[in-house]
């Protein structure tokens, strides 16, 4: 693929350098560089195709191709959501804690008062019955 399009744009000396440097690579096989889609037809397939020399009535439609920078936003999209999802869970379990904890923290007043007025009548009761 990156020998071709250097091929195509007249740059023939590194096309070649560059064959000569990745020599353990087939470049033919788009699924040995990571790509997952077909290699795209020639110029002359597609005129072919298309009805300039092809059967009449037939049409072509050409691969759908997605770039790597659409999967990969996509991804970061995917991401993203996935985050905001998990941020709002974070935020509502963070509410019902802090409202725990406000429960709990008026328990504990609640039981202070009554431990300090036990402690009263215990006072008293022990001032009566000397």
């Known amino acids: 693929m990156v020998n071709e399009y250097l ?5 023939k000396l590194t096309a070649i350098t560059f064959s000569d440097e ?5 470049f033919e ?6 790509l997952n889609v077909a290699k795209p037809p020639s110029l002359l397939r597609l005129y072919r195709l ?3 020399l092809g059967k009449p009535g037939k049409s072509y439609d050409p691969p759908t191709v997605v770039t790597s920078s659409e999967t990969q ?3 970061i999209e995917s991401d993203l959501t996935n985050l905001r999802l998990d941020l709002k869970a974070r935020d509502e379990s963070l509410a019902r804690l802090e409202l725990t904890l406000d ?3 008026t328990e504990v007043v609640t039981a202070n008062c009554l431990v300090e007025e036990l402690r ?7 001032y009566i019955h000397r």
Request: aromatic share 10%; glycine share 12%; hydrophobic share 20%.
């Open 103 to 105: 429960n709990r923290e």
């Open 22 to 26: 990745n020599a353990d690579e087939d």
């Open 50 to 52: 298309s009805g300039g």
């Open 29 to 34: 096989d788009w699924d040995s560089i990571g």
């Open 73 to 75: 936003t996509d991804i």
């Open 120 to 126: 009263h009548k215990v006072r008293r009761w022990s």
């Open 7 to 11: 091929l195509r744009r007249g740059y």
